[in-house]
Nanobody, 123 residues
Framework: QVQLVESGGGLVQPGGSLRLSCAAS????????MGWYRQAPGKQRELVAN???????NYADSVKGRFTISRDNAKNTVYLQMNNLKPEDTAVYYC?????????????????WGQGTQVTISS
């Protein structure tokens, strides 16, 4: 069983910074990509950023230049450094692990989600 545990959310003022972390645990063989999605009230869940095991990154246009995603493959952990935060960044942020294979079944891949962490930007 694979689990994703997120940390780092909270309340900050506009212009502030937060760093989210997400650690995947279990008998993991490989994770193709890890990333962050967010969902604001009344809106659909959207991709914020993701990063492959090879280090290729992808960002939503709304966060380019402000957010930086990084990954520690040895620890199966992904980070999201969020700078110059805006009120419109307020949402529940979800960690995603894409195409995860386990030691027991390396030929089967599944996606996993974290429980979500609240990020609120307000003065």
């Amino acid at each position: 069983q694979v689990q994703l545990v997120e940390s780092g959310g909270g309340l900050v003022q506009p212009g502030g910074s937060l760093r989210l972390s997400c650690a995947a645990s279990g008998s993991i063989f490989r994770i193709y990509a890890m990333g962050w999605y967010r969902q604001a009230p009344g809106k659909q869940r959207e991709l914020v950023a993701n990063i492959t095991s090879g280090g290729s990154t992808n960002y939503a246009d709304s966060v380019k230049g402000r957010f930086t995603i990084s990954r520690d493959n040895a620890k199966n952990t992904v980070y999201l450094q969020m700078n110059n935060l805006k009120p419109e960044d307020t949402a529940v942020y979800y960690c995603n692990a894409d195409r995860v294979t386990t030691v027991r079944n390396p030929g089967l891949a599944y996606d996993y989600w974290g429980q979500g962490t609240q990020v609120t930007i307000s003065s």
